[in-house]
């Protein structure tokens, strides 16, 4: 496996609060990528990353920001949660045009 | 628009017999066409990867078929076990798009019952 860890694996807070999730992979993989997954929806692309401070939207970015300061680091932020972004979160990570290793994913609630 | 279809949400299947499932999609120029199988609780993990100028891949019980005629792939998992239920989600990876990205579908459950 990649060695792709997500932090906290569980979160439960308010509507309106700031969440991040972290998403620590060791494999020295340039791409990494954020997903929410829905039922009905499978697995939808929010943010992704080609390189340290490269960034681009995915399917359903609004209301979602991320920072990748490092290789081994990205950070997926809710600035103010809504109940829409309860959902599962999945990190993976790649080699260019190569599969993608995901983490087990962070269940948010947001009440 | 562009789509990525898996046609069941379920599928039940006997131990010892083949589970195919079916992926289809739509507008897309595809490059390359993967699959992942994930269990509950746990993210997906990869099985098989098979590009647009290929019409098959084997990985010991596993086979995916790619035809891009009739923009469809097929995933087979032979002499099935109670071990491989889980669900089974396909992802296309279309040029033209954003380099790295991957549209997944929606998976289907596959149930083997001993």
């Known amino acids: 496996d990649a060695g792709i860890t997500q932090s906290p694996r569980h979160k439960v807070t308010e509507t309106g609060t700031p969440v991040t999730l972290r998403c620590h992979q060791t494999?020295?993989?340039?791409?990494m990528y954020w997903y929410r997954q829905d039922p009905g929806h499978g697995l939808r692309l929010i943010h992704y990353s080609y390189g340290v401070k490269d960034t681009d939207k995915g399917e359903v970015s609004d209301g979602y920001s991320v920072s990748r300061s490092k290789t081994e680091d990205f950070l997926l932020t809710l600035e103010s949660a809504t109940s829409s972004q309860t959902s599962v979160y999945f990190c993976?990570?790649?080699?260019?045009?190569?599969?993608?290793?995901f983490g087990d994913g962070t269940r948010l609630s947001i009440l | 628009s562009q789509k990525i279809e898996q046609n069941s949400e379920a599928l039940n299947i006997q131990e010892g017999k083949t589970a195919t499932l079916t992926c289809n999609y739509t507008n897309y120029s595809p490059a390359y066409l993967q699959w992942y199988r994930q269990d509950p609780g746990r993210g997906p993990v990869f099985l098989l990867l098979?590009?647009?100028?290929?019409k098959e891949k084997r990985k010991e019980r596993l086979k995916v078929t790619f035809d891009t005629t009739l923009k469809q792939s097929l995933f087979h998992i032979t002499a099935s076990q109670p071990a491989d239920s889980a669900t089974y989600l396909c992802a296309l990876k279309y040029s033209g798009a954003g380099s790295y990205q991957l549209t997944f579908g929606k998976g289907t459950k596959l149930s083997v019952i001993p």
């Open positions: 098979i590009r647009e100028n290929e």
């Open positions: 494999e020295n993989h340039r791409y």
């Open positions: 993976a990570s790649s080699r260019p045009n190569q599969p993608q290793h």
